[in-house]
């Protein structure tokens, strides 16, 4: 490391440091604050994302080389805005004071006792690059929600997002409130090694432990969605061309760069050709064109690009077929649009990269199971996944997949909407994350549940002779608390 990169680090840590100190004593100095401030601060979040609309799409495309307007409207822009309001209407509910029952006789004595939602304190969201809008702003409007401060650290692979993201935070915020730190891994090392009072990331398994060991070092609780291999289970009930569609706009929206995208599919023996018509005629329904079709994103860099170049010529040198489903037979090498067309791959094996990674693109295994039993070993025989999806109206099977297997969530008849459920807690476990936002669960992540006691003037201990010296009545008083 060269002398001005290792100043640079220093100077970005310092920097971090800093304003880590500036707004925990802002937050401190402030409190209580009232339900009106974070209310107020919400509204500021909305107006940030509803006035900068379009220049927040035009900046992902830039980033992206091609990127659906409407696409970034929907899973980005408007998806924040919808959260933030959700946010902002049940703050009043969320926060208030939960009372608690006491054992006998506590309560009958004048006890009272209560659970109080307290902000944390000041909250680091590190967002990736695939929803560089919805996946910085959407954290935080539950992190606000809660009370608290927030320091943001987005993608260095979006820098037109990033830079667009730190000039509208500076322009709606006081630094003392959301402040946006950027750079590359340097500063994303230094960042998740801060002494935050939570931490928020969103991005890849590998990266996760990395940050969660960081964490650690400060005994930092971490909120982590960190993908992995959703399956989609077909069952022999289900409506292919629907399942086909479904699965083909879960697969192929921001080219499948998704950390919930349908990551393989199990399906009957019997049905494997129609599942894969069904695929086919999705993308001709879908997208007729493909390579300069603008409602299909490109691969965000060259090192992605290549990545699944070579996922799918390890699979075809490993023996499984590689089928490209490419509607108008367009020439993807001519131009560097990083372009990538729906590949599924038949017959794979567990020492393909396809089936040992997450696949992040338009690559698409399809396995096939004999009986339901094999489809659900398959699943619960590797890491437990972000996302689970099945298809198909024979609800004993449903509820067979769903009471024999354990995800992050589920989607049922279609892949991915579950995260689109605002009420719903949205989250991982195990490999594929821990912790949640989304729903009053999100807000309880970040917040701290303080219990509150409050004594009576009673003497309480003295009336039930527990306190010393012990004589016969306190051993009364026990022996009757201890019966069945």
Request: hydrophobic residues 40%.
């Amino acid at each position: 490391m060269s002398q001005d990169t290792q100043s640079k680090n220093q100077e970005d840590t310092q920097w971090l440091n800093q304003m880590l100190d500036r707004q925990r004593k802002a937050f401190n100095a402030a409190r209580p604050e009232q339900l009106s401030v974070r209310q107020d601060r919400l509204d500021r979040l909305i107006a940030l994302l509803a006035e900068n609309d379009k220049a927040l799409c035009e900046a992902m495309n830039e980033d992206y080389g091609n990127r659906s307007e409407v696409q970034s409207m929907l899973t980005d822009v408007m998806s924040a805005i919808n959260f933030a309001k959700y946010c902002k209407s049940n703050v009043k509910d969320w926060s208030a004071p939960s009372r608690r029952s006491l054992q006998f006789p506590l309560g009958l004595m004048g006890a009272k006792g209560e659970v109080r939602f307290e902000p944390k304190g000041v909250v680091g969201i590190i967002s990736p690059w695939n929803f560089p809008v919805n996946l910085a702003f959407g954290p935080l409007a539950q992190v606000l929600a809660a009370g608290n401060r927030a320091m943001i650290k987005p993608s260095e692979f979006t820098p037109v997002t990033s830079n667009l993201i730190t000039e509208l935070v500076a322009h709606n915020f006081a630094p003392e409130e959301v402040n946006v730190a950027t750079g590359g891994v340097e500063v994303a090392k230094a960042f998740s090694a801060l002494p935050f009072d939570h931490l928020v990331f969103t991005g890849s398994t590998e990266t996760g432990r990395k940050v969660m060991q960081a964490a650690a070092k400060n005994l930092v609780p971490v909120t982590l969605e960190l993908g992995g291999k959703s399956p989609t289970i077909i069952g022999r009930s289900a409506d292919l061309e629907r399942a086909g569609s479904r699965i083909v706009t879960g697969k192929t929206m921001n080219a499948g760069q998704i950390c919930l995208a349908p990551d393989y599919l199990l399906v009957p023996e019997e049905m494997e050709d129609g599942v894969i018509a069904a695929l086919e005629l999705g993308v001709m329904d879908q997208y007729p064109t493909l390579r300069d079709n603008p409602d299909y994103a490109n691969i965000i860099n060259d090192e992605q690009f290549e990545r699944l170049r070579n996922m799918v010529a390890d699979a075809r040198d490993k023996g499984a077929q590689v089928i490209e489903v490419n509607p108008a037979d367009e020439d993807f090498a001519k131009g560097n649009q990083r372009k990538m067309p729906l590949t599924i791959i038949r017959n794979p094996t567990d020492g393909m990269q396809a089936m040992q990674q997450e696949i992040f693109g338009p690559v698409l295994p399809v396995i096939t199971y004999g009986k339901i039993d094999e489809a659900i070993d398959f699943v619960n025989d590797r890491d437990r996944p972000l996302g689970l999806y099945y298809f198909g109206d024979n609800s004993s099977e449903r509820d067979k997949v769903l009471g024999n297997t354990i995800s992050g969530g589920v989607t049922v008849n279609d892949v991915i909407f579950h995260v689109s459920a605002e009420d719903m807690p949205f989250g991982g476990i195990g490999p594929s994350g821990m912790g949640c936002y989304h729903g009053i669960e999100g807000f309880k992540e970040f917040s701290h549940a303080r219990s509150v006691y409050t004594q009576p003037k009673l003497d309480v201990a003295g009336l039930g002779g527990l306190k010393p010296p012990y004589g016969e009545r306190a051993r009364k008083v026990l022996h009757f608390m201890a019966r069945k």
